[in-house]
């Protein structure tokens, strides 16, 4: 079974850069779309970014277009997240998802990302 664990969050200044990642145990992330979520305090959990099993981009939130990436992966079990330009409104715990052919969802536990000077 798929197991999702996020890295790389903290706190950074405004207009800084973090890269997060995601490890994948169980299986490696071939045949999944997979995606980052975030959920700011007080707020519902939203997506925001995903790559579809076609390896297609698909933005979920238009106010990190441009600024957050999915990098290529050299590791199959790994995915990571790309945040340039961070603002503060962009603190949140960041979630990696993936989702299997059968439609079946998987969740890591989140990293904590905060932007602040």
């Known amino acids: 079974q798929l197991q999702l664990v996020e890295s790389g969050g903290g706190l950074v200044q405004p207009g800084g850069s973090l890269r997060l990642s995601c490890a994948a145990s169980?299986?490696?992330?071939?045949?999944?779309?997979i995606g980052w979520f975030r959920q700011a305090p007080g707020k519902e959990r939203e997506g925001v970014l995903c790559i579809n099993s076609g390896g297609f981009d698909m933005n979920y939130d238009q106010s990190v277009k441009g600024r957050f990436t999915i990098p290529r992966a050299d590791a199959k079990n790994t995915m990571y997240l790309q945040m340039n330009s961070l603002k503060p409104e962009d603190t949140a715990v960041y979630y990696c998802?993936?989702?299997?052919?059968?439609?079946?969802?998987?969740w890591g536990k989140g990293t904590q990302v905060t932007v602040s000077s």
């Open positions: 169980g299986v490696t992330l071939d045949h999944f779309a």
């Open positions: 998802h993936a989702v299997d052919n059968y439609g079946m969802d998987y």
